[in-house]
């Protein structure tokens, strides 16, 4: 089946703008993951989503990071007013209930310019 | 908040046995040990996970001590295509509360030559 697909696979924009990033976890799963990864370094978590709601957002580094996923599926993670520090991977992970194994999609590459 | 520890680096060669340790001294009662490898521009693949005791499947076999201060995830026979970055996390993964267990750290670079 799918797995799990994130869009777009690159983004590049200005500093100060504003991105959304899309994922699009394995249909049925109720957890979903979102985490960064910088070059060299491992993914640092960011929030996860059981279902509808935000279980634990407290990796968010700021009030410019929020994410949502309003009917328990797909979910957007939204960057306001980008600064180059916020340029990494950032990676989707689902899985079927919280606790079980994450499957990860391919990453969202953001370069802020 | 369990924290691990990792070699940052390892080297072997084809057709060998690696084994990676993790250390994680301050388990606590409810945490699992779940292992991950990531090659370059992909996202981490879940490779296996364990309580206690040992936990096999068909591609690692994972070790714990009775005191769970460490683990040891051993990959049998490696190709050249094992070369990538293993990461062991350790947390409370099914408490419904909290990231605990989703912190990656630097993982382990492993090298397997030919």
């Known amino acids: 089946g799918a797995g799990v697909s994130q869009t777009p696979s690159n983004k590049v924009t200005e500093k100060g703008k504003y991105v959304e990033l899309r994922c699009d976890p394995i249909s049925g799963h109720t957890a979903l993951y979102w985490y960064r990864q910088s070059l060299g370094q491992g993914p640092e978590f960011l929030i996860y989503?059981?279902?509808?709601?935000?279980?634990?957002d407290s990796g968010l580094p700021n009030d410019r990071f929020f994410a949502v996923r309003p009917e328990g599926s797909v979910s957007t993670l939204k960057i306001q007013r980008t600064e180059r520090g916020d340029s990494a991977v950032y990676l989707c992970?689902?899985?079927?209930?919280?606790?079980?194994?994450?499957?990860f999609g391919p990453g969202t590459r953001l370069t802020v310019t | 908040l369990a924290k691990t520890t990792q070699p940052i680096s390892m080297d072997s060669y084809e057709g060998q046995e690696v084994n990676i340790t993790c250390s994680h001294n301050?388990?606590?009662?409810?945490?699992?040990i779940t292992w991950y490898q990531q090659f370059p521009s992909q996202g981490p693949r879940f490779i296996i996970q364990?309580?206690?005791t040992k936990v096999t499947n068909e591609v690692a076999s994972l070790f714990i001590p009775a005191d769970r201060k460490s683990s040891t995830l051993s990959l049998p026979r490696v190709s050249l295509s094992d070369t990538a970055v293993y990461y062991c996390l350790v947390g409370d993964f099914y408490s419904g509360g909290g990231a605990d267990g989703l912190t990656f750290g630097k993982g382990t670079h492993l090298i397997i030559q030919p």
């Open positions: 992970a689902s899985s079927p209930r919280q606790g079980y194994e994450q499957y």
């Open positions: 989503f059981q279902g509808t709601g935000a279980a634990d």
């Open positions: 364990g309580y206690k």
């Open positions: 301050n388990i606590a009662t409810n945490d699992y």
